[in-house]
């Protein structure tokens, strides 16, 4: 079953065009279209709450044991946990509105969601920033060069980010007495407590932290460095031959996979010891997530979404028509992929076989999923779609930038999707 931005239309989003949009969104379950507004409003489809998700397999758990992130953030890491599995026990927003946005080079690195609010992003301009949630740059840290490298928030609620600078970062807000004139000259905002800085190569991958507080990171040197959670030393490294910065997910007996650009996937026990290393036919330039059943769901530079069990066995591999560069979301028996084919594809984990794809008019990134199924999503078409469990358009929203990166999903609720230029939040 295929629903498609593009059978609704082939040009400019004209007010009448986006009206006929809304309701091929949902047209086969009867919902009724919106009214819209014009060009800049949302694209609305279902008239209520998308519907549950199928019962039938059940979701099972795919976040596993969370203790070394920091206790209630909503979204500690890109991915939702350590696993990488895009899945949120928080629900999205039901409503297609910017409630703020906060200009910045934002669009290489995807938000991180503290217990307080606070939104940690990396920024190209080599900056890591604090945003509250009143949508103001409250702290910032200046380090060497291109932040790519999306954070992770640590159990005692600093966020550990690296940088192509070559050094992994603990960061935490200052709440002394620092003002807007504090730290190094051209800085705007008050500078952010660096709780420690350790060299291990450029980073360009996010870092995941394990239930011990070990933090694991991709370098684009082709290195998998282990970090004490203090950051004070490297534990070990293992080679990958990477060039990209795929990011780790953990399974939940703790083995570590990892991506190349080799065309590998990486196995490595807690310990640094390769378990195997499994070559999927093309660079891998995402980022593995990890399933319920320890399956691993990751894309390749080909097209294909791999399925692979826990012992590196090859189980499935479904062909989209692009490239895929971001990561998987796996949940109750449906895995999500975005390809450069401009579609969003939902994957069947048994057998590999698709359920459905929605089409848009732009390369789709990484998604995320809600409790109820909804799939949220951004594309290079600057819009960001909010999909039903069963592949109909709730709404779309005009980010008005680029989206490649995967959104985060807060208390509110809210969605938080970085563009190319700016951090967006979606809310009430």
Same mark, same amino acid.
């Given at each position: 079953?295929?629903?498609?931005?593009? +059978?609704?239309? +082939?040009?400019?989003?004209?007010? &009448?065009?986006? =009206?006929?949009?809304?309701?091929?969104?949902?047209?086969?379950?009867?919902?009724?279209?919106?009214?819209?507004?014009?060009?800049?409003?949302?694209?609305? #489809? $279902?008239?209520?709450?998308? *519907?549950?998700?199928?019962?039938?397999?059940?979701?099972?758990?795919?976040?596993?044991?969370?203790?070394?992130?920091?206790?209630?953030?909503?979204?500690?890491?890109?991915?939702?946990?350590?696993?990488?599995?895009?899945?949120?026990?928080?629900?999205? *927003?039901?409503?297609?509105?910017?409630?703020?946005?906060?200009? %910045? *080079?934002?669009?290489?690195?995807?938000?991180?969601?503290?217990?307080?609010?606070?939104?940690?992003?990396?920024?190209? $301009?080599?900056?890591?920033?604090?945003?509250?949630?009143?949508?103001?740059?409250?702290?910032?840290?200046?380090?060497?060069?291109?932040?790519?490298?999306?954070?992770?928030?640590?159990?005692?609620?600093?966020?550990?980010?690296?940088?192509?600078?070559?050094?992994?970062?603990?960061?935490?807000?200052?709440?002394?007495?620092?003002?807007?004139?504090?730290?190094?000259?051209?800085?705007?905002?008050?500078?952010?407590?660096?709780?420690?800085?350790?060299?291990?190569?450029?980073?360009?991958?996010?870092?995941?932290?394990?239930?011990?507080?070990?933090?694991?990171?991709?370098?684009?040197?082709?290195?998998?460095?282990? =970090?004490?959670?203090?950051?004070?030393?490297?534990?070990?490294?293992? %080679?990958?031959?990477?060039?990209?910065?795929?990011?780790?997910?953990?399974?939940?007996?703790?083995?570590?996979?990892? #991506?190349?650009?080799?065309?590998?996937?990486? &196995?490595?026990?807690? +310990?640094?010891?390769?378990?195997?290393?499994?070559?999927? #036919?093309?660079?891998?330039?995402?980022?593995?997530?990890?399933?319920?059943?320890?399956?691993?769901?990751?894309?390749?530079? $080909?097209?294909?979404?791999?399925?692979?069990?826990?012992?590196?066995?090859?189980?499935?591999?479904?062909?989209?028509?692009?490239?895929?560069?971001?990561?998987?979301?796996?949940?109750?028996?449906?895995?999500?992929?975005?390809?450069?084919?401009?579609?969003?594809?939902?994957?069947?984990?048994?057998?590999?076989?698709?359920?459905?794809?929605?089409?848009?008019?732009? %390369?789709?990134?990484?998604?995320?999923?809600?409790? $109820?199924?909804?799939?949220?999503?951004?594309?290079?078409?600057?819009?960001?779609?909010?999909?039903? +469990?069963?592949?109909?358009?709730?709404?779309? =929203?005009?980010?008005?930038?680029?989206?490649?990166?995967?959104?985060?999903?807060? %208390?509110?609720?809210?969605?938080?999707?970085?563009?190319?230029?700016?951090?967006?939040?979606?809310?009430?």
């Amino acid at each position: 079953m295929r629903r498609s931005l593009l +059978a609704c239309f +082939a040009g400019g989003l004209s007010a &009448a065009v986006l =009206v006929v949009l809304a309701s091929c969104g949902g047209e086969e379950d009867g919902a009724k279209p919106r009214e819209d507004a014009g060009a800049d409003t949302a694209l609305v #489809g $279902d008239e209520t709450a998308p *519907p549950e998700p199928d019962a039938e397999p059940p979701p099972g758990d795919v976040c596993g044991d969370g203790a070394g992130l920091q206790p209630g953030a909503p979204w500690p890491l890109r991915g939702g946990c350590a696993t990488r599995a895009g899945w949120s026990e928080l629900p999205g *927003p039901t409503n297609a509105q910017v409630s703020y946005s906060v200009a %910045a *080079p934002v669009g290489e690195s995807s938000p991180a969601v503290s217990a307080v609010g606070v939104t940690w992003v990396g920024a190209t $301009d080599g900056r890591v920033l604090a945003i509250t949630n009143a949508g103001e740059i409250r702290w910032e840290h200046r380090t060497g060069a291109a932040v790519r490298s999306s954070p992770a928030i640590d159990a005692d609620g600093n966020a550990v980010v690296g940088s192509l600078d070559g050094f992994l970062y603990g960061i935490a807000p200052d709440d002394g007495e620092a003002d807007a004139g504090a730290g190094d000259a051209g800085d705007v905002h008050p500078p952010a407590k660096v709780v420690f800085a350790l060299e291990v190569g450029p980073i360009a991958s996010s870092p995941v932290i394990g239930a011990d507080g070990t933090i694991y990171v991709g370098t684009t040197d082709g290195k998998l460095v282990a =970090v004490r959670k203090d950051g004070g030393a490297v534990s070990w490294s293992g %080679a990958t031959s990477d060039t990209r910065g795929s990011s780790p997910a953990l399974g939940q007996d703790g083995t570590i996979y990892v #991506g190349s650009t080799d065309r590998k996937l990486y &196995a490595f026990s807690p +310990a640094g010891a390769t378990k195997w290393a499994l070559d999927l #036919g093309a660079p891998v330039h995402g980022s593995p997530a990890v399933g319920g059943d320890g399956t691993v769901y990751v894309g390749t530079a $080909d097209g294909k979404l791999h399925a692979v069990g826990s012992s590196g066995v090859a189980r499935w591999s479904y062909a989209t028509g692009g490239a895929i560069t971001g990561t998987p979301a796996v949940y109750a028996g449906v895995v999500y992929v975005g390809s450069e084919d401009k579609s969003l594809h939902a994957v069947s984990t048994p057998d590999g076989q698709a359920r459905w794809t929605y089409a848009t008019l732009g %390369a789709v990134g990484t998604p995320v999923i809600g409790p $109820d199924g909804t799939v949220y999503v951004g594309a290079t078409d600057a819009r960001v779609y909010a999909i039903t +469990a069963r592949g109909d358009l709730f709404y779309a =929203v005009n980010a008005r930038g680029s989206v490649t990166t995967a959104p985060a999903i807060g %208390a509110g609720p809210a969605l938080y999707v970085t563009t190319d230029n700016a951090l967006v939040v979606i809310s009430p």
